[in-house]
């Protein structure tokens, strides 16, 4: 069943007023109804011939952004081409610094306009903080919290639990389907990153997606 007109209006509403906050804090935003539209956005931002990284994400890959990038010729930084091989994943990740776009969703967005995001290691929301000419994160109408705890608390008790399990982790969320603020090796809650402000000018643009993308 489609979605209707009054909760696509408020959809749009909800958007115009993040798309407010992020403009305060010097990021540009966009409002795409459909993954489809927002796949069109990215391709008509990205010229041919760019260089590309990405940070993992469900939402990217629901989009189809990595065949779309490779159809405009881009050169993709691609940690799946390493096969594992640690020297490799280390010389594409050093390499990637220095890419003309970065992609990326996010966990969690307030209506504010603020970027909540966790972490394991880190190396996703290194390359958001520094690095990349561009910074283009995409994420789905599901990511918006009223503020960054109740994001922070979305994230950790709803979004961790299905990855830890995704991924076969060791964690006291994948144990008992909410946090356990646990130190196990496999934790993924080892760095919180709040983006309060863009301080590069043009450099960081978010596309919300007014569909249910990712985690």
């Not at 795409?32 to 011939?49: F, I, N, R, S």
């Not at 629901?62 to 010729?73: H, I, P, S, V, W």
């Not at 994943?89 to 967005?109: C, E, H, L, P, R």
């Amino acid at each position: 069943m489609g979605i209707g007109y009054e909760e696509l209006e408020t959809r749009r509403e909800k958007a115009k007023t993040i798309i407010g906050g992020l403009k305060k804090r010097n990021i540009e935003g966009f409002y795409c109804q459909t993954k489809e539209e927002a796949l069109k956005l990215v391709t008509e931002l990205v010229p041919d011939g760019a260089s590309a990284g990405w940070g993992g994400s469900v939402t990217l890959k629901q989009l189809g952004l990595f065949d779309a990038l490779r159809e405009k010729g881009c050169r993709l930084f691609d940690m799946d081409e390493a096969n594992g091989d640690p020297e490799l994943s280390a010389k594409i990740y050093q390499d990637s610094v220095g890419a003309d776009y970065f992609f990326m969703s996010t966990n969690g967005i307030t209506e504010n306009g603020e970027l909540v995001n966790i972490d394991g290691a880190g190396t996703r929301l290194s390359r958001m903080i520094y690095g990349p000419k561009q910074v283009v994160i995409i994420a789905g109408i599901n990511k918006i919290s009223p503020d960054v705890q109740t994001a922070i608390d979305r994230i950790q008790n709803e979004v961790c639990p299905v990855l830890a399990v995704a991924g076969g982790r060791n964690t006291a969320c994948s144990n008992l389907g909410r946090c356990g603020n646990c130190f196990t090796p496999d934790s993924m809650c080892c760095e919180f990153v709040i983006t309060r402000k863009s301080r590069q000018n043009g450099r960081m643009k978010l596309i919300l997606v007014g569909e249910e993308l990712g985690y």
